[in-house]
């Protein structure tokens, strides 16, 4: 099986807070921002500068074979992907160029799983395994640094007539070893037992390279470096003045190896309950951060990350099938959480990743469905959440901890709640079918959804937070039973609620920020056939 897919569109953030309340100050991209009199309001206007983009394209190939003999199954599962990304963004949200960025990235993967699945032919069946995995990926942060271009004088006049930017990309080779193994028991016809383990191990080989030049393209999608001595030096010493870090390269290693138990056991109470518990470890290797400037080897590495999962549960259909009753009680509890943190680099607003040394995420998953008469189906979905850091004293600070302590990249973000993790949230959705004749029925599906507030950044700045909302999503549908089609005119977010999904510093500018929001309230007519 092989598939290729292409997408192509532009972030739509708008710059917002502008001018930030006191006792922020109007930094210069918010300054122009006024002056050109541009919304800066997080409504449902948008003004986007030329070239800006997202770009992705993928390619998949899967070849699967199977050997079957008297004892079990033999399954080699080769697989390759390519992707290809671009984001051309205009970080100061000016109207004019001011600082432009590209982020070029593109991946390549190759795996081979071999694996033998024994026949249930008793109370005992087992799977057992290794999987390899190949990839190359390139990472690309290029900065033209358009606002500059009036303070190249004196010792930096050479460098016009610019712009000035600058080149830091990376490249990592990762190669995964892996063999596992599951047995289950099936100790009765209703209780079953499960246990497997899976022994990982992941080796990359980490590239980084930092330089300063021209950029040929607006967004820095070609930076020709500076050549000689002298071009090389004032541009250091720009960036030096300025924190951008320095020109050069490094290479760094790493290996981490982990073994992932898992067990579970399932009961059937009756035909129709069934009820579970379960333990996982899991394991995601640690990396590198490609944005670091610094070029200190113990800087630029983070850890790998741990997590022991429980969960117990039920699943049951009940009054005859009529009601529908799923509920799972879940706690996990990581080590060493890798978290994506904004960071500043000089002028340049990076992101990095850090280790979060503690942290828990437990509640409750609920799924409930009853069918109230032959006409009407009423279903709920709701989680009860409880996420929080334990232990995160290197959290990056927010915009009024950095005006507190301009010379401090960190907070103690320990007892705070995750970022996009709400105590509630849920949704209900409430069926009405109507016959309209012997083949045609006109369905009406209403689905509001309901979410307790949430940090928006990994910096969890409370002036962005999301405030609780509710959302209103409906799908009336004519539907031909015997032709196998429908029609259907549909509504999302009919209330036009405003709900963040993007919010990050805008650089330079403490207290001002660029985000982006849910869609206002659309329509749309959807035809349907089934062949």
């Given at each position: 099986e092989s598939r290729d897919s292409h997408v192509r569109g532009a972030l739509t953030t708008q710059p917002t807070n502008c001018p930030p309340n006191p006792p922020f100050k109007v930094g210069p991209f918010c300054s122009a921002l006024i002056k050109a009199g541009s919304n800066t309001q997080l409504d449902n206007e948008r003004e986007q500068a030329p070239g800006q983009l997202t770009k992705?394209?993928?390619?998949?190939?899967v070849a699967i074979a199977n050997y079957d003999t008297s004892t079990g199954t033999f399954t080699s599962e080769t697989a390759y992907s390519h992707y290809g990304y671009d984001l051309k963004l205009n970080t100061a949200q000016s109207p004019t160029p001011l600082f432009n960025n590209s982020f070029p990235e593109h991946q390549s993967q190759f795996s081979q799983e071999l694996r033998w699945t024994s026949k249930l032919e008793g109370p005992l069946e087992f799977t057992a395994g290794a999987y390899y995995q190949n990839s190359r990926l390139f990472a690309g942060n290029d900065f033209v640094y358009y606002f500059l271009q009036p303070n190249l004088v004196g010792p930096f006049a050479s460098l016009k007539p610019g712009p000035f930017s600058q080149d830091l990309h990376s490249t990592q080779h990762e190669r995964d070893y892996s063999a596992f193994a599951s047995g289950t028991w099936h100790i009765t016809d209703d209780l079953s037992a499960t246990v497997s383990g899976r022994f990982t191990e992941t080796k990359k080989s980490f590239f980084l390279t930092d330089a300063f030049g021209t950029s040929v393209g607006s967004y820095g999608e070609v930076i020709v470096p500076y050549s000689t001595p002298a071009l090389k030096a004032a541009a250091q010493a720009l960036s030096n003045a300025l924190g951008l870090g320095k020109a050069g390269s490094i290479n760094l290693s790493r290996s981490d190896s982990d073994f992932t138990p898992a067990a579970d056991?399932?009961?059937?109470?009756?035909?129709?309950?069934?009820?579970?518990?379960?333990?996982?470890r899991?394991?995601?290797?640690?990396?590198?951060n490609g944005a670091d400037t610094s070029f200190n080897a113990s800087l630029i590495p983070f850890n790998p990350e741990n997590v022991d999962a429980y969960e117990v549960g039920v699943k049951s259909l009940l009054l005859d099938h009529r009601l529908m009753v799923n509920l799972a009680f879940f706690d996990e509890e990581f080590?060493?959480?890798?978290?994506?943190a904004q960071q500043y680099s000089g002028?340049?607003?990076?992101?990095?990743?850090?280790?979060a040394a503690q942290a828990t995420s437990r509640g409750l998953d609920a799924e409930v469905r009853a069918v109230v008469t032959d006409r009407l189906t009423v279903g709920t979905k709701f989680t009860v959440l409880d996420a929080y850091f334990g232990n995160y004293t290197n959290a990056a600070p927010y915009a009024a901890l950095k005006l507190a302590q301009p010379n401090n990249q960190i907070q103690d973000a320990s007892g705070k709640d995750l970022p996009y993790s709400p105590r509630f949230s849920g949704s209900l959705d409430v069926t009405y079918v109507q016959p309209v004749s012997d083949d045609l029925d006109l369905t009406l599906d209403v689905m509001p959804y309901l979410s307790t507030g949430f940090y928006t950044t990994d910096t969890l700045d409370p002036a962005v937070k999301q405030s609780t909302y509710a959302t209103l999503d409906f799908r009336l549908a004519l539907v031909n039973n015997s032709s196998d089609w429908e029609v259907s005119f549909i509504g999302k977010n009919v209330t036009s609620t405003t709900v963040k999904n993007l919010v990050i510093d805008l650089p330079l500018n403490t207290g001002s920020y660029t985000q982006s929001k849910q869609r206002p309230a659309s329509f749309g007519v959807q035809f349907v056939k089934h062949w």
């Open positions: 992705l394209s993928t390619s998949d190939f056991i399932q009961y059937k109470l009756t035909p129709d309950i069934n009820v579970y518990a379960s333990y996982t899991g394991f995601l290797a640690g990396g590198f080590s060493n959480l890798q978290v994506a002028v340049s607003l990076i992101t990095n990743v850090r280790n």
